[in-house]
């Protein structure tokens, strides 16, 4: 299993921001996220788990739908 290493903003000093994110597309379970979340704002929470293997996305789901 490969570990994909964190981005360190202290790398290159010359850069003075950090690379932009790919263009996301939405599948159909961000729909289901967006929908926990939005009921959280309202009080209302709710577990969910997010299952795949390495680099399919995971995490990136969850970071859009808090943005």
Do not use: F
């Not at 994909?4 to 010359?14: L, T």
């Amino acid at each position: 299993m490969d570990v994909h290493h964190a981005i360190d903003a202290e790398e290159d000093a010359n850069d003075t921001a950090l690379p932009l994110l790919p263009t996301y597309i939405e599948r159909d379970h961000d729909a289901l996220l967006h929908r926990a979340a939005s009921q959280a704002e309202g009080g209302r929470s709710a577990l969910m788990t997010l299952i795949g293997g390495s680099s399919t996305g995971k995490t990136r789901a969850c970071w859009e739908t808090l943005q």
